[in-house]
Nanobody, 116 residues
Framework: QVQVVESGGGLVQPGGSLRLSCAAS????????MGWYRQAPGKQRELVAT???????NYQDSVRGRFIISRDNTINTVYLQMNGLKPEDTAVYYC??????????WGQGTQVTVSS
């Protein structure tokens, strides 16, 4: 089975930065797109950013200009560089992997807390 492992979450002061990483492993698959979603308490899960294997990306308006999504296709890894973090960015961040002609997979989630 495909396994998705996230890392990089933590506690940071407003204005600080964090870098999230997510690696898919297991072999025998082709990834079409990768991305990051987040879910804050009492709110539905929402898209943060996505990127395709060809490099096209999109961002939620609230993070555009502050967050950067990137990927390394050779190691099936997606990153989210988060700069200028705000308290409203506090959430559990989930990595998402979409396979070509196959199912999607989710990471276990990593907590990002932005607080003074």
């Amino acid at each position: 089975q495909v396994q998705v492992v996230e890392s990089g979450g933590g506690l940071v002061q407003p204005g600080g930065s964090l870098r999230l990483s997510c690696a898919a492993s297991g072999g025998g698959f082709n990834i079409w797109a990768m991305g990051w979603y987040r879910q804050a308490p009492g709110k539905q899960r929402e898209l943060v950013a996505t990127i395709t294997q060809l490099g096209s990306s999109n961002y939620q308006d609230s993070v555009r200009g502050r967050f950067i999504i990137s990927r390394d296709n050779t190691i099936n890894t997606v990153y989210l560089q988060m700069n200028g973090l705000k308290p409203e960015d506090t959430a559990v961040y989930y990595c998402w992997i979409e396979l070509r002609r196959g199912p999607s997979y989710w990471g276990q989630g990593t907590q990002v807390t932005v607080s003074s």
